[in-house]
């Protein structure tokens, strides 16, 4: 009897964001040309794959930092402390719009906005109140802000300085990526040039003046978020870490140093293993950028030190309970993918900023795949998966290839200073959103399994209007109590540095420390640089 | 006109919106990011807009198209038709109302409702 084939399946196409299509089946052929040495390695070894360091989480878990401040530094700090009573490890500073686009709570085009997505910082004053009783020697803080970040970095060693914690000592990280505000997130001021030479000045004073500080968190994070895929995410960013390099080269530092505290701020939404892949390749390939085009040889240089957390983007509006599995997921991601840091979009963040609530909950997602999950008790567990391995290989590939298409476009400085990489992001959010729309890619609750009318129960962060008259109290006061002369004389100088080209650090310092206000820095340097007239280009 | 007023960055839902309104045909401005109201309606003026689209996510939505309707009124130019976008709750979809808001399209609102939405306001008519 001749026995009949099996009629073949019809098996759906799988094709990833990053263009990656998927086998049904891995095996021993798909990884044939990957050598576990040369381009795996063992933990903490070069190239870091598998992590950056010999142990990962067994020897210590991962930072978690959730992102938070709203209102004034007094409800913030309150917050602080209770987030840190509550076990979280690190913190990470939301600043309201005002503060991060150099406007006093005063101004008018604050208006509506002081204190509403972040804490409104005004001057010195206010950056106290928020550290009040925070023990900053001990807990690693990051302060996520760009256009603003070398004043608030000033604030921030100010205190240090002022409460006897040597800056030689000084831990933390500043987000300070202005690059990427261009292509998302929005919160640029200055043209790109004077953009660059602040991150640049940030840099080197820390290299030389607060060495065990991270001074910039580049991030693919708000890449992603805007519509990029995730090769783009670390393609750009890569390519975006490499502009500060070459600035900061021209200063004469050495980059076996100064790279080591350089950090990552990657996303978390979409494909499982297409996100565990992509940081494993993206570990990969920093260290060989580092050790080839750099000729870094320091291991600490090499190594890609990140915070990966959830992203909001892949959050929905829709079903918002939803959202609490999909951070649990991502959280998950994360911890297999070998972070430094993690922070999660609270499941209320389609809507609002986060509640203590919803804030406390994502800290207890870290928690228990920490503590009774088994998350930290060996590193890299999917390394040597046919699959995991292959999709790596092919990550890291494609990121190169991403990386040449930047050159070809003339570099990422000029590619975002004419608006193509915003062009090329922003294409592609609409495609994306059309695939939504049209059931190409599947969201849970949005496109499928939607409830018509569900009670969208979310329990809403109330904004307080009272808060910015009490601000702009504080501020007023500040502006009465100081020597005005004293601050006219910062500002005079700072004016005047800023059109040469020394390092700005030290006059930011000295009139952060003469309580000129956020908005006073901003406008010297608005005066000085101009503004940065945005390129649209559909 | 797709509008992004106030200090808001994120702009991945605008720029969205303005390749779907110009894939239905549409003569789309787009204003680039941290416009005043001012700006907006001065822009609009001299553009001869028929809607103007704000997009909002820091949830300063209420202050801003309060703002931006008072200078319309003060231009003469109630006929131009408001649309707001972005994360707006729906508690607040009654204040924006009265505030002469024509439509509200929050995140994750289809292209082809907006699209008809404009379409059935405007008659075929443009900008």
């Given at each position: 009897?001749?026995?009949?084939?099996?009629?073949?399946?019809?098996?759906?196409?799988?094709?990833?964001?990053?263009?990656?299509?998927?086998?049904?089946?891995?095996?021993?052929?798909?990884?044939?040309?990957?050598?576990?040495?040369?381009?795996?390695?063992?933990?903490?070894?070069?190239?870091?794959?598998?992590?950056?360091?010999?142990?990962?989480?067994?020897?210590?878990?991962?930072?978690?930092?959730?992102?938070?401040?709203?209102?004034?530094?007094?409800?913030?700090?309150?917050?602080?402390?209770?987030?840190?009573?509550?076990?979280?490890?690190?913190?990470?500073?939301?600043?309201?719009l005002?503060?991060?686009?150099?406007?006093?709570?005063?101004?008018?085009?604050?208006?509506?906005e002081?204190?509403?997505v972040?804490?409104?910082?005004?001057?010195?004053?206010?950056?106290?109140?928020?550290?009040?009783?925070?023990?900053?020697?001990?807990?690693?803080?990051?302060?996520?802000?760009?256009?603003?970040?070398?004043?608030?970095?000033?604030?921030?060693?100010?205190?240090?300085?002022?409460?006897?914690?040597?800056?030689?000592?000084?831990?933390?990280?500043?987000?300070?990526?202005?690059?990427?505000?261009?292509?998302?997130?929005g919160?640029?001021?200055?043209?790109?040039?004077?953009?660059?030479?602040?991150?640049?000045?940030?840099?080197?004073?820390?290299?030389?003046?607060?060495?065990?500080?991270?001074?910039?968190?580049?991030?693919?994070?708000?890449?992603?978020?805007?519509?990029?895929?995730?090769?783009?995410?670390?393609?750009?960013?890569?390519?975006?870490?490499?502009?500060?390099?070459?600035?900061?080269?021209?200063?004469?530092?050495?980059?076996?140093?100064?790279?080591?505290?350089?950090?990552?701020?990657?996303?978390?939404?979409?494909?499982?293993?297409?996100?565990?892949?992509?940081?494993?390749?993206?570990?990969?390939?920093?260290?060989?950028?580092?050790?080839?085009?750099?000729?870094?040889?320091?291991?600490?240089?090499?190594?890609?030190?990140?915070?990966?957390?959830?992203?909001?983007?892949?959050?929905?509006?829709?079903?918002?309970?939803?959202?609490?599995?999909?951070?649990?997921?991502?959280?998950?991601?994360?911890?297999?993918?070998?972070?430094?840091?993690?922070?999660?979009?609270?499941?209320?963040?389609?809507?609002?900023?986060?509640?203590?609530?919803?804030?406390?909950?994502?800290?207890?997602?870290?928690?228990?795949?920490?503590?009774?999950?088994?998350?930290?008790?060996?590193?890299?567990?999917?390394?040597?998966?046919?699959?995991?391995?292959?999709?790596?290989?092919?990550?890291?590939?494609?990121?190169?290839?991403?990386?040449?298409?930047?050159?070809?476009?003339?570099?990422?400085?000029?590619?975002?200073?004419?608006?193509?990489?915003?062009?090329?992001?922003?294409?592609?959010?609409?495609?994306?959103?059309?695939?939504?729309?049209?059931?190409?890619?599947?969201?849970?609750?949005?496109?499928?399994?939607?409830?018509?009318?569900?009670?969208?129960?979310?329990?809403?962060?109330?904004?307080?209007?009272?808060?910015?008259?009490?601000?702009?109290?504080?501020?007023?006061?500040?502006?009465?109590?100081?020597?005005?002369?004293?601050?006219?004389?910062?500002?005079?100088?700072?004016?005047?540095?800023?059109?040469?080209?020394?390092?700005?650090?030290?006059?930011?310092?000295?009139?952060?420390?003469?309580?000129?206000?956020?908005?006073?820095?901003?406008?010297?340097?608005?005066?000085?640089?101009?503004?940065?007239?945005?390129?649209?280009?559909? | 006109?797709?509008?992004k007023p106030g200090l808001d960055g994120h702009d991945?839902?605008?720029?969205?919106?303005?390749?779907?309104?110009?894939?239905?045909?549409?003569?789309?401005?787009?204003?680039?990011l941290?416009?005043?109201?001012?700006?907006?309606?001065?822009?609009?003026?001299?553009?001869?807009?028929?809607?103007?689209?704000?997009s909002i996510l820091s949830?300063a939505?209420?202050?801003?198209?309060?703002?931006?309707?008072?200078?319309?009124?003060?231009?003469?130019?109630?006929?131009?038709?408001?649309?707001?976008?972005g994360?707006?709750?729906?508690?607040?979809?009654?204040?924006?109302?009265?505030?002469?808001?024509?439509?509200?399209?929050?995140?994750?609102?289809?292209?082809?409702?907006?699209?008809?939405?404009?379409?059935?306001?405007?008659?075929?008519?443009?900008?």
């Amino acid at each position: 009897m001749v026995k009949l084939p099996r009629p073949p399946i019809k098996l759906k196409d799988v094709v990833l964001e990053s263009g990656i299509e998927v086998k049904p089946v891995y095996g021993p052929e798909d990884v044939m040309d990957r050598n576990y040495e040369r381009d795996v390695g063992n933990p903490g070894e070069f190239p870091f794959t598998r992590g950056i360091h010999q142990y990962m989480y067994r020897a210590r878990p991962f930072t978690m930092r959730q992102y938070s401040g709203f209102a004034t530094a007094s409800d913030t700090n309150k917050r602080f402390k209770y987030l840190i009573s509550q076990g979280q490890t690190g913190l990470n500073v939301a600043f309201d719009l005002p503060t991060q686009l150099g406007l006093d709570s005063d101004d008018p085009r604050a208006f509506g906005e002081v204190g509403r997505v972040g804490m409104a910082i005004d001057s010195l004053k206010d950056m106290e109140e928020a550290f009040r009783d925070i023990p900053i020697d001990r807990i690693s803080v990051s302060l996520t802000i760009n256009s603003m970040a070398s004043v608030m970095m000033a604030m921030y060693f100010v205190i240090a300085e002022k409460r006897g914690v040597p800056l030689g000592d000084l831990r933390g990280t500043a987000q300070n990526d202005i690059l990427k505000e261009f292509v998302g997130r929005g919160t640029w001021i200055y043209p790109v040039g004077p953009s660059i030479r602040l991150v640049t000045d940030t840099i080197e004073f820390c290299a030389r003046n607060v060495p065990m500080y991270y001074p910039v968190s580049v991030c693919g994070y708000h890449i992603r978020e805007s519509g990029a895929n995730p090769v783009q995410e670390i393609g750009y960013a890569y390519a975006i870490a490499k502009a500060y390099i070459d600035d900061v080269l021209k200063r004469g530092l050495d980059p076996d140093k100064f790279i080591a505290r350089l950090s990552f701020n990657f996303d978390i939404h979409g494909n499982f293993f297409e996100q565990i892949a992509k940081f494993r390749a993206a570990r990969g390939l920093w260290a060989r950028i580092v050790r080839d085009d750099y000729g870094c040889e320091n291991p600490r240089a090499q190594k890609m030190k990140m915070i990966a957390g959830g992203g909001g983007g892949g959050l929905t509006i829709e079903q918002p309970e939803n959202n609490i599995v999909r951070g649990a997921y991502y959280a998950l991601i994360s911890a297999l993918s070998g972070t430094q840091t993690m922070a999660l979009c609270s499941y209320d963040e389609a809507y609002t900023i986060p509640t203590k609530k919803a804030a406390l909950l994502s800290l207890r997602t870290m928690q228990i795949l920490v503590e009774e999950m088994g998350l930290a008790d060996t590193v890299d567990p999917l390394a040597g998966s046919y699959y995991v391995e292959s999709l790596t290989g092919e990550f890291e590939r494609r990121i190169i290839t991403c990386m040449k298409d930047v050159d070809d476009m003339g570099g990422i400085v000029k590619a975002i200073s004419e608006g193509y990489i915003q062009r090329e992001v922003s294409r592609q959010a609409y495609e994306t959103e059309r695939k939504i729309q049209s059931g190409e890619i599947i969201k849970v609750g949005v496109n499928k399994y939607r409830v018509e009318e569900e009670d969208r129960a979310v329990e809403y962060h109330d904004y307080d209007r009272e808060k910015t008259d009490e601000q702009i109290g504080r501020l007023r006061e500040v502006r009465a109590e100081r020597d005005n002369a004293m601050v006219k004389e910062k500002l005079d100088i700072l004016r005047k540095k800023a059109s040469g080209d020394e390092n700005l650090m030290p006059y930011i310092i000295e009139a952060v420390k003469a309580y000129a206000t956020v908005g006073e820095i901003a406008d010297v340097f608005r005066e000085v640089f101009g503004e940065f007239r945005e390129p649209v280009r559909f | 006109m797709i509008a992004k007023p106030g200090l808001d960055g994120h702009d991945r839902g605008a720029k969205v919106i303005v390749h779907a309104l110009i894939e239905a045909g549409f003569e789309v401005i787009y204003t680039g990011l941290h416009q005043t109201v001012d700006n907006i309606v001065e822009a609009a003026l001299q553009e001869d807009v028929t809607v103007i689209g704000l997009s909002i996510l820091s949830g300063a939505h209420l202050p801003l198209t309060k703002g931006l309707m008072e200078k319309l009124e003060a231009n003469k130019m109630e006929d131009v038709i408001v649309l707001v976008g972005g994360n707006i709750p729906k508690r607040d979809f009654d204040d924006l109302h009265n505030l002469g808001v024509a439509g509200i399209f929050p995140t994750g609102s289809n292209f082809e409702d907006i699209v008809d939405f404009i379409n059935s306001k405007v008659g075929g008519k443009v900008a």
